[in-house]
């Protein structure tokens, strides 16, 4: 390969790839060879080669903050360098804009891409001076070329190996669907058949971003939902929808990589809350988008969610024993409870087998159907109603949530622990339509009417954690039983009061929408 010193030989991609961990010690390739090609009807010649791809950024790393990711890639005594600039994920599919150029050596030269590349006043110069390898993946890769129809062609590749850096390493083994040519719902389609051939789930995160996490010993951590999703004021129905499907499946697969990272309770509930948005963005949105397909897909999900319940009294019980939670200061008086309650959460986590719920083939498909149908628009062959503007419906359907809220938990009316905990599915149904609908709203007036009834769902959290508590006792062998159940009527009378006030004022705001 020629050096190529012009910055207008630099080549430009787009890359599209659908990223598939492989969860199992297997012999990926031969599973491929020996069950998904010949479902293809592909006879394909593998290519394999060895890749060592060295990782380059500031001390303070300046690329990585302008979401740019830079390589040199050695393959048989020949190099290359690729830039990867912002690019956007939704539905697990993966577009990011590339440019590549061959080295003579591996030493790399960012003065070499075109200035057009950077964002405004950036120093390319100073760049160059200050960047420095900061980790490695090498890997063994396996690729196949795969043309599916006469204008449909798929790069298969199969990557095992390690990122490392000085100090660390982790195993890295994926499979990588890139497009060479079509549509991007050829990837969704081959993926479905991998997932017969192979115990594979979606990946989140790019070989970079995996290095630059070892780098810094990080792990995800769960995180919360927003306070609403930005829209257009001029998009439509279908816009808002697949917008909320997009980042409900983003946040449901972003918690399953988490609790792989850390096992933390916490991400499971992430996982559960996702599942949860997905499927009310479809009920939401339901009424406009009536296909078959749509609501097989809920019925799959509600049935999923099934699978999930058990994580509610998992967080509660974690709560419970949190050395930074409410419940501490008297709790942590009682060491023979806090010793039957850590037994109950590893036996939850025995019994439901989270690990196992993730990796199920079933799970892996409807996520990969789901993202599949936002790219298929179904909806579009049984009628108008995805192209009608978002904003036509938005305030009937905020303003019928909150009919549904005002009737079931009226201001006049004294309401108790099970009237509260009764009421949190259509409350929190009605906060997830405002999370999908507030965007198209004035912020301030947005944000003070939300709040309070945010607050009442986390009271409502806390008294499903006293009630779970309540529920426990009965069954735990703890000496001061007596003298816990009187804290608990006293906690539950000071938060209900609280939940009531709060109530009141949430009831006397002005909605947003009007």
């Known amino acids: 390969m020629a050096f190529l010193s012009h910055k207008h030989l630099v080549e430009m991609a787009t890359e599209t790839e659908l990223k598939l961990l492989v969860c199992a010690d297997i012999d990926a390739a031969a599973q491929v060879e020996a069950q998904l090609l010949p479902q293809l009807s592909q006879q394909v010649e593998p290519r394999q080669m060895a890749l060592i791809n060295r990782y380059f950024d500031t001390p303070d790393k300046k690329l990585r903050a302008m979401d740019m990711g830079f390589r040199v890639r050695g393959r048989d005594g020949h190099f290359q360098q690729t830039l990867k600039t912002a690019g956007v994920e939704a539905g697990g599919l993966h577009s990011r804009p590339e440019y590549n150029i061959e080295l003579a050596d591996q030493h790399p030269d960012l003065t070499l891409f075109d200035a057009q590349i950077w964002p405004a006043g950036v120093s390319v110069g100073q760049l160059q001076e200050e960047i420095k390898p900061l980790f490695t ?25 390690q990122v490392a850096t000085e100090d660390h390493q982790q195993p890295l083994y994926e499979v990588e669907l890139e ?23 979606l990946g989140i995160l790019s070989k970079a971003a995996r290095g630059y996490m070892l780098l810094g010993g990080d792990q995800l951590q769960p995180r919360g939902l927003p306070d609403f999703l930005p829209l257009d004021e001029s998009g439509t129905v279908e816009d808002a929808f697949c917008k909320a499907m997009h980042y409900g499946l983003s946040h449901w697969q972003y918690h399953e990589q988490c609790y792989f990272d850390t096992q933390k309770p916490k991400a499971l509930g992430g996982v559960r809350t996702g599942i949860q948005m997905v499927c009310q963005a479809i009920s939401l949105y339901l009424p406009l988008l009536q296909c078959d397909q749509l609501l097989n897909l809920q019925t799959r999900l509600i049935a999923l969610l099934n699978d999930w319940y058990w994580v509610e009294t998992l967080l509660g019980i974690k709560e419970l024993r949190s050395r930074k939670g409410p419940f501490r200061k008297r709790l942590g008086k009682s060491e023979d409870l806090l010793s039957y309650l850590r037994g109950r959460h590893e036996g ?28 298929d628009k179904p909806w579009r062959n049984v009628g108008q109603g995805w192209q009608s503007p978002v904003m036509e419906h938005a305030r009937g359907w905020l303003a019928q949530g909150w009919f549904n809220i005002s009737q079931s938990m009226p201001r006049r009316k004294k309401l108790n622990a099970q009237n509260y905990l009764a009421n949190e599915p259509l409350l929190k149904q009605t906060l997830f339509n405002g999370l999908f609908l507030a965007g198209l709203f004035s912020q301030d ?22 009630s779970l508590l309540k529920a426990e006792l009965e069954v735990a062998d703890v000496e001061d039983k007596q003298e816990l159940h009187g804290w608990i009527k006293d906690k539950f009378s000071h938060l209900l009061a609280v939940m009531e006030q709060s109530r009141k004022v949430a009831l006397k705001l002005e909605p947003y929408w009007k």
């Open 137 to 161: 993946t090498h890997f063994l890769r396996r690729a196949y070329d795969l043309k599916l129809s006469e204008n449909e062609q798929v790069e298969l590749v199969i990557d095992k190996g």
């Open 348 to 375: 939850l986590v025995l019994q439901n087998k989270p690990d196992e719920l993730i990796l199920n083939k079933q799970n892996v498909r409807l996520q990969l159907e789901l993202a599949l149908m936002t790219l």
């Open 445 to 466: 007036h947005r944000d003070q009417f939300r709040a309070p009834w945010l607050d009442i769902l986390d009271g409502i959290e806390e008294l499903r954690i006293l």
């Open 179 to 201: 497009l060479q040519a079509g549509e991007p719902r050829i990837l969704y389609e081959l993926g479905l058949k991998l997932i017969d051939v192979l115990p594979v789930r």
